[in-house]
């Protein structure tokens, strides 16, 4: 199974909307809904975002969205903040039992 | 609030098995609802699921690791742990283990849990 295809970055003003993009097959994003987003800030474990393709837990903030269509998934952050800079990585299964990373996205707020 | 540790050496030679051990507190490790798994990320990379394992011991490997990797539960210490065997630079990484909801009520199929990683470097 090959890492999800994620932009290696993407940037934006503080306020600005930006969305991140995870490409994948018909075997894996096109065949689950169970599509996840992370947060990782440099030096820290990663944080989950969306799962389920859009659904957001407890306490993340609602300028996080997710959406899928076919084999993309996308991640949009709006009303950037500063504490938005840091990576982004996608995750959806595999097959039934196994599961696939993206590369990861740089998320720089300018 | 449930926590994750993990827990091992920080230091492997190449050819030995890296061991690490995840510990479960707060919460237990033995419930249907959840499995548990390991991620690593190699410095400046990116994030690679390693496995899964259900409570039961029911275990789900990457096809990139499954000759080499062996994910085990000890229910009675709360802990579950990794091996992967005959090791090599390309295995130096921060390791992961977290929690992955299956089930009601919290049926993410997520990571929604995470230790704070532990670096293990391969080097003789």
């Known amino acids: 199974q090959s890492a999800l295809t994620q932009p290696a970055s993407v940037s934006g003003s503080p306020g600005q909307s930006i969305t991140i993009s995870c490409t994948g097959t018909?075997?894996?994003?096109?065949?689950?809904?169970?599509v996840s987003w992370y947060q990782q800030h440099p030096g820290k474990a990663p944080t989950l975002m969306i799962y389920?393709?859009?659904q957001r837990p407890s306490g993340v903030s609602d300028r996080f969205s997710g959406s899928k269509s076919g084999n993309t998934a996308s991640l949009t952050i709006s009303g950037l903040q500063a504490e938005d800079e840091a990576d982004y990585y996608c995750?959806?299964?595999?097959?039934?039992?196994?599961?696939?990373f993206g590369g990861g996205t740089m998320l720089t707020v300018l | 609030q449930l926590q994750l540790q993990e827990s091992g050496p920080g230091l492997v030679k190449p050819s030995e098995t890296l061991s690490l051990t995840c510990t479960v507190s707060?919460?237990?490790?033995?419930?249907?609802?959840?499995?548990w798994g390991w991620i690593r990320q190699p410095p400046g990379k990116g994030l690679e699921w390693i496995g899964n394992i259900y409570y039961s011991g029911t275990t789900y490997y990457s096809p990139s690791h499954n000759s080499r990797v062996t994910i085990s539960v000890h229910t009675s210490k709360n802990q579950f742990s990794l091996k992967l065997n005959s090791v090599t630079a390309a295995d130096t990484a921060v390791y992961y283990c977290a929690r992955f909801p299956i089930a009601a009520p919290d049926n993410h199929h997520a990571f929604d849990i995470w230790g704070q990683g532990t670096m293990v470097t391969v080097s003789s």
């Open positions: 018909s075997n894996d994003i096109g065949s689950y809904n169970h």
């Open positions: 707060g919460g237990s490790l033995s419930s249907s609802s959840f499995c």
């Open positions: 995750c959806s299964y595999a097959s039934s039992t196994t599961l696939v």
């Open positions: 389920e393709g859009s």
